[in-house]
């Protein structure tokens, strides 16, 4: 081979590597998921984002759980860089692995729907925004967590079922139009009433949020 054969095959070699890095594509996730303990994960939402959220998680045997709740049981402002519901959350090792989904939108909307149609939807892989039917901008980021041995009760109210977990506040939650934040209360869909402060316990159902 010549060298001008030589200096060609160098120059061809380096592009086809040059094109091969430009196809790597970045990180585009809307939120980052933090482990803070073997059962316990935060979700902070990255800059660019709507500013209305509300979470859910979806586990390996179906159960589907509501992590934001409010009385009027809309999305919560959700700000980027801090955790949302400035909480922590906790999820039961015995329901494996969890498909944690952020709904992202430019208005508040009605906790409700999200819970009917994800229920709906339980057994597909992942959703994005096209599977749902939503009003105004809405994005979906989905992360997976596994849960370890260790750890609190789980935050969250179970979808689908009528029991009342223990009532409370998240420390230093979020509101709007005098909202309390109420977590660990149920979600039943396809209608769903947002039940008063406190109540029962059940066997399927969560508890206090992480201070």
Not at 64 to 76: D, G, K, P, V
Not at 139 to 163: I, K
Request: glycine residues 10%; charged residues 20%; negative net charge.
């Amino acid at each position: 081979m010549t060298r001008w054969m030589k200096a060609v095959a160098v120059v061809a070699l380096g592009t086809v590597g040059c094109t091969q890095q430009q196809k790597q594509p970045a990180s585009t996730a809307r939120a980052e998921l933090k482990m803070v303990s073997g059962s316990a994960m935060e979700i902070i939402p990255k800059e660019g984002q709507h500013p209305y959220c509300m979470l859910f998680t979806v586990s390996e045997k179906g159960i589907i759980r509501q992590l934001t709740m409010t009385r009027e049981n809309r999305s919560i402002k959700c700000d980027a860089g801090k955790r949302i519901y400035n909480s922590s959350f906790r999820v039961p090792v015995e329901e494996g692995k969890v498909r944690a989904y952020i709904i992202f939108s430019d208005q508040r909307i009605q906790a409700g729907s999200v819970a009917q149609q994800l229920y709906d939807l339980r057994d597909k892989p992942r959703l994005t925004a096209m599977d749902f039917r939503l009003p105004g901008s809405v994005s979906v980021e989905m992360l997976e967590f596994t849960p370890q041995p260790g750890g609190e009760p789980v935050t969250g109210a179970v979808v689908g079922t009528t029991d009342l977990a223990e009532g409370g506040q998240a420390e230093g939650s979020q509101t709007e139009e005098a909202e309390v934040e109420d977590p660990g209360q149920d979600l039943a869909p396809p209608q769903v009433t947002p039940p008063p402060n406190g109540g029962g316990s059940g066997p399927a159902t969560a508890t206090d949020a992480v201070k």
